[in-house]
């Protein structure tokens, strides 16, 4: 287990910044804000696609009211009137009465200096995606508050058709006084087969009212963007975002002020949520989703995501932690996916904060566009800085500091029964101190730890980190999680909960890298000993979740049959996207919390000293690792 803090997580958890404490009173006043939903039929097509724009009145208490314009499909705007509720947790993590559905709420993100907030519809049983985001209004703005340069992500499905979808990437210059000059658009249609189209526009202009409100008329030029917008600007003119007002639009679009012009992938670092809402035509399949994400600067990008994906045949709701890759260009314009995605512009960063260090981004957007592999997919991203939470009390648990132990995957990822969990904070115990024996107690130099009111199994604790096995009863969708040290309590934080959140341990101990992987005799495969294709190997893991036969929490494994196998017998291990033959799901035997899996790479695996490895269950799926294989 570790002890340390890995150095890609320290400018997080570790002598955490000055910032705001976060509750309901963080979200008031006005905010505009865009939302598109679509409505999958039994036959996988889109039965009605839904769009809405207009102002949300944040109480401050938990209450707001809107009025907006809405359409479906082929139809005109009309308005639209409504309220409902929101609760803001101290991470950031936010719910609200969906205004689309009054039933269903948004599972949401506020982000930074509570400027603009993002979510998607995720925890509903339906058929239906959405995609959702906000911004803060200013008082007494003037066309000016708009001037600069932007990047743009754009999703058109005109009168409600995924056969007419449109998506782009759109960089535009405005003056302070209505005009925008330089619109270029880079994005593809499936009604042109999908071509990748690069256009320029000219002639487009722009108003805003006093509130931050306003009209955008695109020129002439583009076959992918047309007509006229509704927009909104926020308080700082970092974000627009805009939907269409013509009969049969549906079209939104979000757009963050650019960096400057001599940005560069160290640009790009820090924790961020984000939003998205994808259209996977070929696969009729509509998939939306929330997240965290966390870029290093060197243009790697761990996420998390909760997405909800519906097809022909119903609704899913997974969890996944994906390893994107980044690469910014001087403008702040670049590439954001897996490598093989890696071509043509479809990410920009954005929506500038002044720092010590200088200009960083605080809200990035992406767009998927100009990629053969890409073609048939249409969608839009958004993406906002995590807040900084200010430490309170003298015991302080990170809100955002709830982490697998072993990929270290951003907030969003969830617990599972079972998983081995880092707690991050200040004043967490009184000196360094370690288990030293099992089972593990659940009380470690005066420290305790209760998830749901239930004490933990504890391997280690400090002042700043806590490492611990969640309990096997845990279960629900949301866990509370407080610390009590000698008597003194902690905050309590919220973290998601699901059946399991799959983690690979990494030789370099940050997640990442070559996994803690080792050939059947339990010597590790690395570049020097590498696997080779049709090896029996084994992986090891945290958060496989539910184990039979059961054995208590912090005691170790069965040692000898019948041993403690997943319940999960789905789980599953790519190498490079082929499918290896697991043998054994389950426990490691004599270990507390640690899993493993015993698996055959395929004949046919490819060589290389980093091979991406996939561990997939029946609900979530992750990719951090790789793996060296060669002959």
């Known amino acids: 287990m570790k002890k340390t803090i890995p150095g890609c997580l320290f400018f997080l958890f570790a002598g955490i910044a000055p910032g705001q404490q976060l509750d309901n009173s963080s979200l008031t006043g006005d905010y505009g804000f865009i939302q598109m939903a679509a409505d999958v039929d039994g036959g996988g097509a889109l039965a009605a696609v839904r769009t809405i724009g207009g102002v949300l009145s944040f109480d401050g208490t938990g209450g707001f009211t809107f009025e907006a314009q809405s359409a479906t499909g082929a139809g005109a705007l009309q308005a639209a009137a409504g309220g409902g509720s929101y609760a803001v947790e101290s991470s950031g993590l936010l719910t609200l009465t969906n205004p689309l559905d009054g039933g269903t709420f948004i599972n949401a993100r506020l982000g930074a200096g509570a400027e603009a907030l993002t979510g998607s519809t995720t925890e509903v049983e339906s058929t239906t995606e959405d995609f959702f985001a906000a911004v803060k209004l200013p008082s007494g703005a003037t066309e000016a508050l708009a001037a600069g340069d932007y990047i743009a992500s754009y999703l058109s499905l005109p009168g409600g058709s995924a056969a007419q979808a449109r998506s782009a990437l759109i960089a535009f210059s405005s003056d302070a006084a209505g005009a925008l000059t330089a619109m270029r658009v880079s994005g593809h249609s499936a009604a042109s087969e999908d071509r990748p189209a690069a256009e320029s526009v000219d002639g487009s202009t722009y108003s805003l009212t006093a509130n931050g409100s306003g009209a955008l008329a695109v020129g002439a030029g583009s076959t992918l963007i047309a007509g006229g917008f509704d927009i909104f600007v926020s308080e700082t003119g970092n974000y627009i975002l805009g939907h269409s007002n013509a009969a049969g639009g549906r079209s939104v679009l979000v757009a963050v002020r650019s960096l400057g012009n001599s940005s560069s992938d160290a640009d790009f670092a820090g924790a961020f949520w984000f939003a998205e809402f994808n259209l996977e035509l070929d696969r009729s399949r509509y998939v939306a989703g929330v997240g965290g994400m966390r870029a290093d600067g060197e243009g790697r990008a761990p996420t998390a995501r909760r997405t909800h994906e519906a097809t022909a045949a119903g609704f899913g709701i997974f969890d996944d932690g994906l390893l994107l890759f980044s690469a910014v260009d001087a403008g702040g314009a670049g590439r954001l996916g897996i490598p093989e995605e890696l071509h043509g512009d479809n990410f920009g960063i954005g929506a500038p904060a002044e720092t010590a260090a200088g200009l960083v981004p605080n809200g990035f957007v992406s767009a998927q566009v100009n990629h053969l592999r890409l073609k ?21 648990l990170a809100p955002q500091g709830a982490v697998n132990a072993a990929a270290f995957a951003p907030t969003t990822y969830p617990l599972s029964p079972g998983v081995l969990l880092s707690l991050f904070g200040s004043g967490l115990a009184p000196m360094t101190a370690f288990a030293d024996g099992t089972p593990l107690p659940t009380s470690l130099a005066g420290v305790s730890v ?10 280690f604790v400090s002042a700043g980190q806590i490492n611990l096995q969640t309990p096997f009863s845990l279960d629900g969708g949301r866990a509370v999680i407080a610390v009590n040290n000698n008597g003194a309590p902690s905050n309590e934080i919220a973290v998601p909960v699901s059946a399991t959140s799959p983690g690979v341990f990494s030789v370099n101990q940050n997640g990442l890298g070559h996994g803690i992987i080792t050939h059947a005799n339990y010597t590790l495969v690395s570049e020097d000993s590498p696997a080779a294709p049709g090896e029996h190997i084994v992986v090891f893991l945290t958060g496989l979740g539910a184990v039979a036969p059961a054995f208590p929490d912090g005691a170790p494994a069965p040692g000898a049959e019948p041993f403690a196998r997943t319940v999960d017998q789905s789980v599953s291990v790519e ?16 270990f507390v919390g640690l899993y493993q899996i ?4 395929p004949t046919t695996a490819f ?9 997939s269950t029946g609900n979530a799926l992750i990719d951090y690792v790789d793996i060296a294989i060669g002959l």
């Open 450 to 459: 209760a998830v749901n009111g239930v004490p933990a199994p504890l391997f």
């Open 598 to 601: 015993n698996v055959q790479a």
């Open 376 to 396: 048939r997919i249409h969608g839009i991203l958004f993406g906002v800085r995590m807040p900084a939470i200010q430490p309170e009390g003298e015991v302080f």
């Open 575 to 590: 190498f490079g996207g082929e499918a290896g033959t697991v043998s054994y799901s389950g426990a490691a035997p004599g």
């Open 607 to 615: 060589i290389g000293p980093a091979i991406p490895l996939t561990i």
